[in-house]
C-alpha cells in the first residue's frame, strides 16, 4: 500500500501534487469553521461572538503544539531527503510523545483558568459565559489537537497528503451531524446551545486523532515505541526545541498581536465584534490557496536542501510566488463583491455586512503580503532557517501591526477595517524583508541535518 500510494518528493516534484490534497484539507477546515459560523448565527449572533472570541485565545495555546509539530516537519523532510531514515521511529515516538505530554498541561490549565484569559481579551460580558462554557469543554482536549498535528505532519513528508484530506472530509461530516443534533435536532432539547456545539468539535476531534494513528500503521510509515526513547535522546530533543521554538515563535507573535487588535474591537461593541468573526471567516477562503501552495513547497524544500540541492529550492520558492500572488488577490476581491450574498447565509445584520466589507476591502491588499510571507517564512523555516522570522515577526507584528491597526482603528475612527489596516501594513512590510532574506542565500547554511 505504502508503494503504491506515496508520492517520491525531489527536484522534479510538481508543487501543486502536494498541493491540491492540501487545498482541499484545508478548505474542508475552513468549511467547518464556516458551518459552525452559520450555525450558530442562525441559533444566536451573541452565541457566535462568544464562540469567536474562545477560538481566537485557544489558537494561542493550539500554536504551542507547532513548537513539536514544526521542527517534526523540517526535519523529517530534511533526513528523508538526505536518506538518512535509521532515525525516523525515534523522532517520530519522541515528537508525538512530547507533544501529547504538552498537550495534557496546557488542557489542565486552559480548563482551569479560562474566565480569567477571556478577562484579559475584554470579552462582552453578554458573552461571557457562553465563552467560558466553550473554552472549557475544547480547551480540556487540546490534547487531541497535539497528537493529531504531529501525525498529520509525519503523514506529508512521508509523501501522503491525501490522507488529512480524508480525515478532514469524515471530520466535517461528524461536526456538522453533531452541531444540528445539539442545535437543531433530537438533542436540541437538552438546551446546551454553544456547549453542545464544543461537545460535537471534540468529538470530531477525537476520530481525527484515531484515524491518523491508524492510517501511521497502515501505511507502514513507521511505529511509535518507547524502547526508541532509550537511552534518552537529548540531543535529538534539543534539536527540535532548536528548531520548533522560535518557528511556533513566530506564530506565536501573530497570534497574540491579533489578540491585543481583538481587544480594539471589542469596545467597539456587538456588530464590530460580530463584523470581525465573519470578515475572518470569509477571508480565510483568500488565504487557503496560498497556505496549501506554501505548505506544500516547504515539504519539498524541505527535502531538497537535506538532499544539498539549494539552486533547485531556491527557483522552486519563487517560482511558486510568482504563481501564488495574482491567484490569491482574484480570490480577495471576489470575496468582496460577493460578500453581501454571502454574509447573509450567516444570518448578519445590515450594519454587519457594512463592517465587514470594508475589512474585505482592506483584505485585497493584505493578501499580497499574507501570500508572500506564507510562501517565504514556510520555506525559510524548511530551510531551518528560524530565528529570522521570528525576530522580524516580533518587530514587524508589534511595532508596525498594533500600532497602525491602534491610529487607524481608534484614533482616525476608522473602526475595524482601521484595526485590520495593522495587519495589512505587517503582512506587506514583512514580505518585502523575507523575500530580500531569501535572495540572500543566508538559509544555505542552516541545514539541520549531519552529514
Request: with cysteine; glycine share 8%; hydrophobic share 55%.
Amino acid at each position: 500500500m505504502k508503494n503504491h500510494k506515496e508520492i517520491v518528493i525531489d527536484e522534479n516534484t510538481h508543487v501543486r501534487t502536494l498541493a491540491w490534497p492540501i487545498f482541499i484539507e484545508l478548505l474542508l477546515n475552513i468549511l467547518l469553521h464556516n458551518v459552525d459560523t452559520i450555525m450558530l448565527g442562525r441559533y444566536s449572533e451573541l452565541a457566535v461572538g462568544a464562540v469567536g472570541n474562545a477560538n481566537q485565545l485557544l489558537m494561542v495555546f493550539l500554536i504551542m503544539f507547532n513548537v513539536v509539530a514544526s521542527a517534526t516537519n523540517v526535519i523529517v523532510a530534511q533526513y528523508l531527503g538526505a536518506k538518512q531514515v535509521d532515525k525516523m521511529n525515534q523522532i517520530y515516538t519522541l515528537s508525538f510523545v512530547f507533544n501529547m505530554a504538552l498537550g495534557i498541561l496546557l488542557s489542565v490549565i486552559v480548563f482551569s483558568f479560562s474566565k480569567i484569559f477571556l478577562g484579559f481579551l475584554k470579552v462582552p460580558s453578554e458573552m461571557m459565559v457562553d465563552s467560558t462554557s466553550y473554552m472549557k469543554i475544547v480547551g480540556a482536549c487540546l490534547f487531541m489537537n497535539a497528537g493529531f498535528s504531529v501525525l498529520s505532519q509525519i503523514l506529508r513528508c512521508n509523501g501522503y497528503p491525501k490522507m488529512g484530506m480524508y480525515i478532514s472530509i469524515l471530520v466535517n461530516l461528524f461536526n456538522i451531524l453533531g452541531n444540528w443534533l445539539f442545535l437543531y435536532g433530537p438533542l436540541s432539547y437538552l438546551g446546551l446551545g454553544v456547549k453542545g456545539v464544543a461537545i460535537s468539535t471534540i468529538f470530531a476531534r477525537l476520530i481525527a486523532l484515531i484515524v491518523a494513528l491508524v492510517l501511521f500503521y497502515r501505511l507502514k510509515i513507521g511505529k511509535l515505541s518507547l524502547k526508541t526513547l532509550h537511552p534518552f535522546p537529548t540531543t535529538l530533543l534539543l534539536k527540535e526545541l532548536k528548531i520548533g521554538v522560535p518557528t511556533a515563535g513566530e506564530n506565536m507573535a501573530y497570534t497574540l498581536a491579533q489578540l491585543v487588535l481583538f481587544s480594539f474591537v471589542n469596545v467597539m461593541g456587538t456588530d464590530a465584534v460580530n463584523a470581525k468573526v465573519f470578515g475572518n471567516t470569509l477571508m480565510s477562503f483568500s488565504v487557503i490557496f496560498s497556505n496549501s501552495v506554501a505548505m506544500a513547497t516547504a515539504i519539498v524544500t524541505g527535502h531538497l536542501v537535506g538532499a544539498g540541492k539549494f539552486h533547485a529550492a531556491y527557483k522552486k520558492v519563487f517560482r511558486q510566488l510568482r504563481i501564488c500572488i495574482p491567484v490569491a488577490v482574484v480570490i480577495a476581491s471576489i470575496n468582496c463583491l460577493i460578500c453581501p450574498w454571502t454574509l447573509k447565509l450567516f444570518g448578519a445584520n445590515g450594519e454587519v455586512v457594512v463592517l465587514a466589507r470594508g475589512i474585505l476591502i482592506v483584505g485585497i491588499f493584505m493578501e499580497i503580503g499574507r501570500t508572500t510571507n506564507l510562501i517565504m517564512v514556510n520555506s525559510l523555516k524548511s530551510a531551518g532557517d528560524v530565528m529570522f522570522p521570528v525576530a522580524m515577526g516580533l518587530i514587524s507584528m508589534w511595532i508596525v501591526g498594533i500600532s497602525v491597526g491602534y491610529v487607524c482603528g481608534v484614533v482616525f475612527g476608522l473602526g475595524v477595517a482601521g484595526v485590520f489596516m495593522g495587519t495589512m501594513a505587517d503582512e506587506l512590510g514583512r514580505g518585502i524583508v523575507m523575500i530580500a532574506r531569501w535572495m540572500s542565500g543566508k538559509w544555505r547554511t542552516k541545514r539541520v541535518i549531519e552529514e
